[in-house]
């Protein structure tokens, strides 16, 4: 097989995927995880909390095992993959990305809200400085035009960015909201661009698809749909498509079966599925965290959750302001009750 590929793929099971375990991931999971990963020669791997570097936490989920354990582990056994880690500024310090480095992480990722990237300067800087590769991760793209999104994404590009990443963190864009936003960067920037797609809508192989003929060449994926909600596109469903559009991966596509049925199934609490949270989620196109204090509040008031995520939807409430979950919930108790 050769090395050029048309498209390079981040496996995100083990950091995205960490959501989807509750955060319990232990370092024999994600050795046999990585190990085989690094035989089918995937290029990246992600490892870290499911909130990014730091993200082990009472707000967040606590980790069953340090990161910087699983981070060490997957190093260990990868000679091909290069191993990648997500830090949220805010949640991450420049002293974890310091520590993932030294640990042998060669790629950062750098994660803001949509609008929000000036925030990425010193971590996107300071994991050049390390010598890491580094991608700019916009998350929550589906809440900004594209003129927006190439704002955002040029600031990252300034900060040395070697890629950007359109981030569809609800699972809630359609095909050509995708194209729409991923040509527009291929237009106004000169790096790499990526996209991350969640499967809440059962859009995420389309919209991958749609990202890719729009100019995007680096794609996320998540073995056997291993990630936060209904999960990302799932990694070897995507090998076996891009090989059947003649579109080179340089990832072994039986090696991946084998490991999703193999190794990665056993480890899912349940298979994964679009079920009423995970489509409500993407309807009303909020973050999955919103959704355990949505179920809460709905509980509290007597309110359908539903109603309460997309109230949230149409407030654009984002990360960080889920103390306005109870007042939604409240209001539309008081506007149920009889007069
Ligand atoms: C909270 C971090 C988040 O899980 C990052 C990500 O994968 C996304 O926004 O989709
Ligand atoms: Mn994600």
Do not use: W
């Amino acid at each position: 097989m050769s090395n050029q590929s048309d498209i390079k793929l981040t496996e995100v099971a083990l950091r995205d995927g960490s959501h989807a375990v509750s955060h319990q991931y232990t370092v024999g999971q994600v050795t046999s995880v990585a190990k085989a990963l690094n035989e089918a020669h995937v290029p990246y791997i992600e490892v870290s909390h499911g909130d990014g570097l730091g993200g082990s936490s009472l707000q967040y989920g606590q980790s069953l095992t340090d990161e910087l354990k699983l981070i060490e582990a997957a190093v260990s056994v990868t000679d091909f993959s290069k191993i990648a880690v997500l830090l949220l500024p805010g949640i991450g310090t420049i002293e974890d990305l310091k520590k993932a480095a030294g640990l042998g992480a060669k790629m950062a990722r750098v994660a803001t809200h949509v609008t929000e990237a000036d925030v990425s300067k010193q971590h996107i800087e300071t994991a050049k400085d390390l010598g890491m590769e580094t991608v700019g991760f916009l998350m929550m793209s589906h809440m900004a035009p594209a003129s927006k999104l190439v704002e955002q994404a040029k600031l990252m590009e300034n900060y040395g960015a070697d890629t950007v990443y359109v981030v569809d963190s609800a699972g809630a864009l359609l095909p050509h909201e995708v194209k729409e936003r991923i040509a527009a960067l291929r237009q106004e920037l000169t790096v790499n661009i990526g996209f991350h797609a969640h499967n809440n809508l059962s859009l995420a192989m389309g919209n991958t698809l749609a990202a890719i003929e729009a100019g995007a060449t680096r794609i996320d994926g998540s073995i056997r749909c291993l990630g936060a909600g209904a999960g990302n596109t799932q990694t070897e469903v995507l090998v076996a498509v891009l090989e059947r559009m003649g579109l080179k991966t340089g990832v072994d596509l039986y090696k991946m079966m084998d490991i999703a049925e193999d190794i990665v199934a056993p480890i899912l609490p349940k298979p994964q599925e679009i079920n009423r949270d995970s489509l409500t989620l993407g309807y009303a196109g909020v973050y999955s965290s919103f959704l355990l204090h949505a179920n809460r509040a709905a509980k509290r008031f007597n309110v359908d959750s539903r109603d309460i995520l997309v109230e949230l939807g149409r407030r654009e409430i984002i990360g960080g302001q889920e103390d306005m979950i109870i007042d939604v919930a409240a209001e539309l108790a008081k506007a149920k009750a009889p007069v």
